[in-house]
């Protein structure tokens, strides 16, 4: 099995589901209980909170555990809006977000707030004095994110959030889900409030997810109840899945430290192989892109029917976003880079990891031509 997924997620480390089952049977008590078994689980939970603020750089008071990216993203922009909605209505993000970002969106849309959309060029960024221009009196918002999850393009998280330092009162959002541990990014440095990852992104376990709210941003909660997670997030915390994903993230951490000219040659080597298939258009920019994304084209073929095709040979790749691959619609994010659509239909996605290999690259390169050819001969 070749596995080019990794965007839409990750195979979780052993030493990660180790720490899952552990905690998950010998420390399984609620940890608001106030039993021993509960303050056990209550000191691991605080134990990794304290851990990944460490290696984010930032307060232990500043993380709140979530379920998972959408919700942390929705928590973020529902929960400034509701916030400071007496502040103002106006909210700024980008043409090429993430569902759980442009829904979000659209529903604060429905319920009376403006939504400015930042469209981007040709290699999927945005232009920051554009940026500028947008923001009025009334912007209480501002959510870009850092990596696109479909062609891996870098957004200029740093000269945003330098941006924002003249406008306190516009609260800035980065959906860091595709950076995390392949890009880094300081979030004290780039001024960020709030910024959202994911635990399956980077080889922990789906169900935990990390908000990072800057220490002084209030965001109104969007669950209520018993009013865990610093009063909040409330629900009983995935104590389990947590402790994994802290594991997951100093691994992921060190892995990039260790690995990434590995990962940064191996996509070196795919775009160039790509780029010698004629019925392939690459669309990830050669620059200001993240090291383990790569999108094509297929020169108007049906990129479902090649996904498929190459899973018959134990290849796997994706068309756009694993939340939207399923709608059979043009890829959004290439249409904002003013792709033509049925370019934009037949978008194929390879995603890596570190754990991928340079010898994957041949056996995989040789299955895409066969797929063509075969694809090529069925269309005439």
């Keep these: 099995m070749i596995y080019?997924?990794?965007?839409?997620?990750?195979?979780?480390?052993?030493?990660?589901?180790?720490?899952?089952?552990?905690?998950?049977?010998?420390?399984?008590?609620?940890?608001?209980?106030?039993?021993?078994?509960?303050?056990?689980?209550?000191?691991?939970?605080?134990?990794?909170?304290e851990q990944t603020a460490a290696l984010l750089g930032v307060k232990t008071n500043e993380i709140i555990f979530t379920s998972g990216g959408t919700e942390a993203n929705n928590f973020a922009i529902k929960g400034v809006a509701l916030q400071y909605r007496r502040r103002g209505n106006h909210i700024i993000t980008t043409a090429i977000e993430h569902p759980s970002v442009a829904e979000p969106c659209k529903q604060l849309e429905e319920l009376g707030f403006e939504v400015t959309y930042l469209p981007v060029n040709e290699k999927g960024r945005v232009d920051v004095e554009e940026l500028a221009r947008m923001i009025r009196d009334d912007t209480i918002l501002v959510s870009v994110m850092h990596v696109n999850n479909e062609v891996g393009s870098i957004q200029p998280i740093e000269q945003i959030g330098q941006l924002l330092t003249r406008y306190p009162k516009t609260i800035f959002h980065v959906d860091h889900?595709?950076?995390?541990?392949?890009?880094?990014?300081?979030?004290?440095?780039?001024?960020?409030?709030?910024?959202?990852?994911?635990?399956?992104?980077?080889?922990?376990l789906r169900g935990a997810g990390i908000l990072y709210v800057r220490d002084g941003v209030r965001?109104?909660?969007?669950?209520?109840?018993?009013?865990?997670?610093?009063?909040?997030?409330?629900?009983?915390?995935?104590?389990?899945?947590?402790?994994?994903?802290?594991?997951?993230?100093?691994?992921?951490?060190?892995?990039?430290?260790?690995?990434?000219?590995?990962?940064?040659?191996?996509?070196?080597?795919?775009?160039?192989?790509?780029?010698?298939i004629a019925d392939i258009q690459l669309n990830t920019p050669s620059d200001c892109s993240a090291p383990h994304i790569i999108n094509f084209s297929l020169n108007g073929l049906k990129s479902e029917v090649f996904v498929h095709e190459l899973a018959k040979q134990?290849?796997?790749?994706?068309?756009?976003?694993?939340?939207?691959?399923?709608?059979?619609?043009?890829?959004?994010?290439?249409?904002?880079?003013?792709?033509?659509s049925k370019k934009a239909e037949s978008a194929i996605r390879i995603s890596l990891s570190y754990e991928n290999t340079m010898e994957e690259i041949s056996v995989a390169v040789r299955s895409i031509k066969q797929a063509l050819k075969k694809l090529k001969e069925v269309t005439r």
């Design 314 to 340: 134990q290849i796997f790749v994706s068309t756009t976003s694993a939340c939207s691959s399923k709608r059979r619609a043009p890829s959004k994010t290439l249409l904002a880079m003013g792709m033509e």
């Design 177 to 204: 889900v595709q950076g995390i541990g392949k890009v880094p990014l300081d979030l004290k440095k780039a001024h960020v409030d709030l910024c959202t990852m994911s635990a399956h992104k980077f080889h922990g």
């Design 4 to 49: 080019l997924d990794n965007s839409a997620t990750t195979k979780p480390f052993p030493e990660v589901v180790e720490s899952f089952v552990t905690v998950a049977t010998k420390y399984f008590g609620n940890p608001s209980s106030l039993h021993e078994l509960g303050m056990k689980a209550e000191r691991l939970l605080e134990q990794s909170r």
């Design 219 to 276: 965001i109104s909660p969007l669950l209520a109840g018993g009013g865990q997670e610093l009063q909040l997030r409330s629900g009983t915390e995935n104590v389990a899945a947590i402790v994994a994903m802290t594991k997951a993230l100093r691994l992921s951490l060190e892995a990039y430290k260790r690995k990434l000219p590995h990962l940064l040659a191996m996509k070196e080597r795919w775009m160039n192989e790509l780029n010698e």
